[in-house]
């Protein structure tokens, strides 16, 4: 994995693809963009950036956010490195993986797989924890994985949610753009988890994050987290997104408004032109954990 398939410069800096094969996907390859700003230095630990992940939502793959999401120009302001990984597994050839938008095929759910055929393949929660981290390592692009922060979008600000809530100390930070907050109250969420889970009555509360964070405690677990939904987005008006659930349980656990925010933004859908209005701040408030 060492020569990228393709560079383009933007913002100063470049945006690398790169492909290789995944262990935590069964053997397949997968494919991660990653931009890298002209601060950054492969040389020198000290100049080494950190590191931003960002999962991207249903139907996508590495390319729709690194296209349309707007994120360079603030991430190199602020000094910080993107990782675009893909959404799901690509070529399990499983019968009805491609079936559907909501599952197999670009819907990964970043969960473990527990049910027959999917867990060889589909270990999206391991390839992003684990295996992706240190193929990031091996780029030698100068970037810092021990300083990590996440966010997401829709299906993907499920899996930062969940992500940064059940690894304490890998993610400094967390957004999230209209995730998912409640899967296993919402139809994307049902299904997901009837399909790849064995057993999804026991194993479902794990990939939830409203659930989630309702057994934790700011005495026991500072959080800081930022999350924007549009009160125009149909999903949001379909109840698949819930955020409203996700800030009534942290404020039952007494967690300040100020550090976990969640934000009803009036007008906005659930496209890339909501993403895109924000996008800068939240690599803004990304920047002030991962700098300090």
């Known amino acids: 994995m060492s020569s990228p398939k393709s560079t383009n410069k933007v913002a100063s800096g470049h945006l690398y693809k790169y492909s290789f094969t995944s262990s935590s996907l069964g053997g397949l390859e997968t494919n991660i963009n990653v931009f890298v700003p002209s601060s950054s230095s492969s040389s020198s630990s000290s100049s ?107 299906m993907g600000g499920h899996g930062a949610l969940t992500l940064y809530l059940r690894n304490p100390g890998q993610y400094r930070s967390c957004s999230a753009f209209s995730p998912i907050c409640n899967p296993t109250a919402c139809p994307w969420g049902e299904k997901a988890f009837k399909g ?21 405690s700011p005495a026991e677990r500072p959080l800081d987290i930022l999350i924007d939904s549009g009160t125009a987005d149909d999903f949001y008006k379909q109840n698949q997104l819930l955020p409203e659930h996700f800030q009534n349980a942290v404020r039952e656990r007494g967690y300040d408004d100020q550090r976990v925010q969640v934000r009803l933004q009036d007008g906005y859908d659930h496209s890339y032109y909501f993403i895109s209005t924000f996008a800068p701040e939240h690599i803004k408030w990304h920047a002030k954990f991962l700098h300090n």
């Open 196 to 216: 790849y889970l064995q057993n999804p009555a026991d194993e479902a509360s794990q990939y939830d994050a409203t659930l989630l964070v309702s057994s934790l």
């Open 48 to 154: 080494k950036v950190p590191v931003l992940y960002y999962l991207s939502g249903l139907t996508c793959t590495e390319d729709n956010a690194a296209q349309k999401g707007g994120f360079f120009n603030a991430a190199a302001d602020a000094g910080v490195a993107i990782v675009f990984p893909d959404t799901s597994p690509r070529g399990a050839k499983i019968d009805g993986e491609d079936d559907s938008y909501d599952f197999g095929s670009g819907a990964g759910f970043y969960l473990n797989a527990t049910k027959q055929p999917w867990s060889k393949h589909y270990n999206m929660y391991d390839y992003i924890t684990k295996e992706l981290p240190a193929k990031v390592d091996q780029l030698g692009l100068g970037i810092d994985t021990s300083r990590a922060s996440i966010f997401g979008h829709s």
